[in-house]
């Protein structure tokens, strides 16, 4: 676990106990499903809150989920396993003190006027909506002190996972969302009602095919155990922000080694995009991801 600060099991400074940082998943399967071999191949996630395993079960994969985290992984367990209901972890507790401090001061940011535009499906009239109702001079001001490098979210975060943050990620956060309404009707959009309203607007996913396989272990240490080529695709989000790069070359070794010839890797990052740019994350409807790499093995 040498290197990986996911294995303390908290983002936030101050305490020692791992906690469930991740009572919902932010990230759109629908990648996966576009570019995994067909179902029935064997694939690995990252257990999070289990709705990713729960959805690659449910569209027919044999489906192994891991986590370094054992409050996380029991988390998850409890769900796909014995149906339990979500709850917030530490990353829905932040986002419902920005949305309740929006919602505080910003008319269009309270819940009915909120309900109106995810009710939209028109990418259109979203698009225009953002722009004149809801990303205006407060939401700046706001988000300015909440996520900028001296802003309160970098101030609570461990120092591991300040660097993650864009400098100005109040910028990148609100460019991100404008592309997401511009491109993905609201209406049927999940990711944007949660992110946005804390709401669901879909029952959680319940795996149909063969039972996830949960493992406690960092990622890399079971990519390097497990035989060569045990793997047809791989999912990983969030692995290696946070992580330095002796971690990054690790894991990419440690893929490399697990999966087959022909298989595949997505990676998602909460980063901005490097030189080579942001990959698929216009495709993602979560809105979140800076970017969403799918690497051919």
């Known amino acids: 676990m040498s290197g990986n600060p996911w294995a303390q099991g908290r983002i936030l400074a101050g305490g020692a106990r791992p906690r469930v940082l991740f009572g919902r998943m932010y990230e759109d399967p629908g990648v996966e499903l576009s570019v995994f071999p067909p179902p029935g191949a064997r694939v690995l996630c990252v257990a999070s809150a289990g709705d990713t395993a729960a959805a690659l079960a449910g569209a027919g994969y044999e489906v192994t989920a891991v986590d370094v985290n054992p409050v996380q992984l029991e988390y998850a367990r ?5 149906g339990a209901p979500a709850v917030d972890g ?12 929006a919602a505080a001061l910003l008319p269009a940011w309270r819940r009915p006027s909120l309900e109106r535009f995810l009710r939209l499906d028109d990418p259109f009239e979203q698009a225009r909506q953002w722009r004149t109702s809801l990303d205006g001079p407060g939401l700046r001001l706001l988000m300015g002190a909440a996520l900028r490098p001296a802003g309160a979210m970098a101030a609570a975060l461990r120092p591991a996972f300040r660097g993650v943050v864009p400098a100005r990620f109040d910028l990148a956060l609100r460019r991100r969302i ?4 511009s491109r993905h009707p609201n209406a049927r959009n999940p990711w944007a009602w949660r992110l946005l309203l804390g709401h669901e607007i879909l029952p959680a996913a319940k795996p149909a095919g063969p039972p996830v396989k ?11 155990r497990v035989a060569p080529g045990t793997y047809d695709a791989v999912t990983l989000s969030n692995v290696l922000d946070g992580p330095g790069p002796a971690f990054a070359r690790r894991l990419r070794a440690a893929v490399r080694h697990a999966v087959r010839p022909g298989g595949v890797a997505v990676l998602r990052s ?10 698929r994350a216009a495709d993602e409807r979560s809105m979140l991801w800076g970017v969403v790499r799918v690497i051919g093995l």
Not at 94 to 101: E, V
């Open 178 to 181: 404008a592309g997401g309404v």
């Open 214 to 224: 949960l493992v406690e272990a960092d990622v890399a240490g079971h990519l390097e």
């Open 90 to 101: 530490t990353a829905e507790r932040m986002l419902a003190t920005g949305r309740a401090a």
């Open 78 to 82: 409890g769900r796909l396993e014995r």
């Open 270 to 279: 909460f980063r901005e995009p490097a030189a080579s740019g942001p990959g």
